[in-house]
């Protein structure tokens, strides 16, 4: 027998074949989840742009494109809608901004439960619709699917904060291929869910109900900024 065919092959000892696949593992880890900070920035600069605009749109809509619906979003939004809203984007409008501050920028919020919007709520958007505690399809107390104001569908995103959780509503705009901005609001975290009255509010592009419920699948800067914006 040749000499080479008795010399075994050289095979790495398990815990260093391991410890190279955990490197390689956490490198890779650490690889997406820079590309997500990236992109969660990027789009936060982009509502920065909109909260900027003038706020009269009959001079021209400022939109931004955030980014596109992630797969695993568009899958569950297809199991509660029974809609197909892979590659659609979801978008920033002047007109959603000024329906939210006009309704939840107020001082008179804390009345009922809600909190003051601020400039980092607005910017919390892309966390939120990246990392949402669960995804909603508002229904009417008489069980019927809530639309919006144009009969579109609507999705209510939530995410839990240290100081409140956001409810953060999207239009489907099937033409366009968007999950636009319709309106936000913050519950105060001392304020029990099920006692706030949140509804009884024509938001832009969505008429809500006083009583909703909801098909679920789960997952203080200063105010001067808005008196501005209004003021523009």
Request: net charge positive.
């Amino acid at each position: 027998m040749h000499f080479f065919q008795k010399v075994k092959p050289f095979v790495l000892p398990s815990f260093f074949r391991t410890f190279v696949f955990r490197n390689e593992k956490n490198t890779l880890l650490f690889q997406v989840e820079k590309m997500i900070a990236s992109k969660l920035q990027a789009a936060r600069e982009k509502i920065i742009k909109v909260l900027k605009a003038n706020s009269d749109t009959a001079i021209g809509e400022s939109k931004e494109v955030l980014f596109e619906v992630d797969n695993a979003t568009a899958r569950k939004i297809g199991m509660l809608l029974g809609k197909d809203v892979f590659e659609y984007k979801h978008t920033v409008d002047k007109s959603g901004v000024n329906h939210a501050i006009l309704n939840h920028g107020q001082r008179w919020e804390d009345n009922r439960g809600q909190k003051q919007l601020t400039e980092e709520d607005f910017l919390r958007i892309p966390d939120v619709i990246a990392h949402y505690d669960s995804i909603e399809i508002p229904l009417k107390s008489n069980g019927k699917t809530a639309k919006s104001g144009n009969g579109n569908d609507i999705i209510l995103f939530k995410k839990q904060y240290a100081d409140g959780k956001i409810y953060y509503v999207e239009e489907v705009r099937t033409g366009k291929k968007e999950l636009a901005m319709a309106t936000l609001w913050v519950v105060n975290k001392r304020e029990p869910e099920d006692s706030l009255n949140v509804g009884n509010e024509k938001m832009h592009g969505v008429s809500a109900p006083s009583a909703l419920t909801s098909k679920t699948l789960s997952h203080n800067k200063s105010n001067a900024f808005f008196s501005k914006s209004q003021e523009k």
